[in-house]
């Protein structure tokens, strides 16, 4: 089981960027995909991107898509996510979330999520 917890949320200004940070812990932390999802008042929980073990292969909400950059640092057990030309459609709590792989995150329910951070973007 690996253990994720989110930081960098904030408020930012409509064309703005803001970089999110999860950490995660666990010895098998590695092994994961890691991917972050999103929740709007009101909206369900939706996918946004996700990064592979390897961090070879990355997925995308059309979305966010150029917008939005996942990366992850294996020494630091941190996957971050670099977002940029923010919008006020992007103001959600973003969560932090473990998979088996790329596409089952993109496509499924997390087992492993972190507790969310906040981002709010002004007009």
């Known amino acids: 089981q690996v253990q994720l917890v989110e930081s960098g949320g904030g408020l930012v200004q409509a064309g703005g960027s803001l970089r999110l940070s999860c950490a995660a812990s666990?010895?098998?932390?590695?092994?994961?995909?890691l991917g972050w999802f999103r929740q709007a008042p009101g909206k369900e929980r939706e996918f946004v991107t996700a990064i592979s073990w390897s961090g070879g292969t990355t997925s995308y909400a059309d979305s966010v898509q150029g917008r939005f950059t996942i990366s992850r640092d294996s020494a630091k057990n941190t996957v971050y996510l670099q977002m940029n030309s923010l919008n006020v459609e992007d103001t959600a709590v973003y969560y932090c979330?473990?998979?088996?792989?790329?596409?089952?995150?993109?496509?499924?329910?997390?087992?492993?999520w972190g507790q969310g951070t906040q981002v709010t973007v002004s007009s």
């Open positions: 666990g010895r098998t932390f590695s092994r994961y995909a």
């Open positions: 979330a473990a998979g088996a792989n790329v596409g089952l995150l993109a496509t499924t329910t997390p087992k492993s």
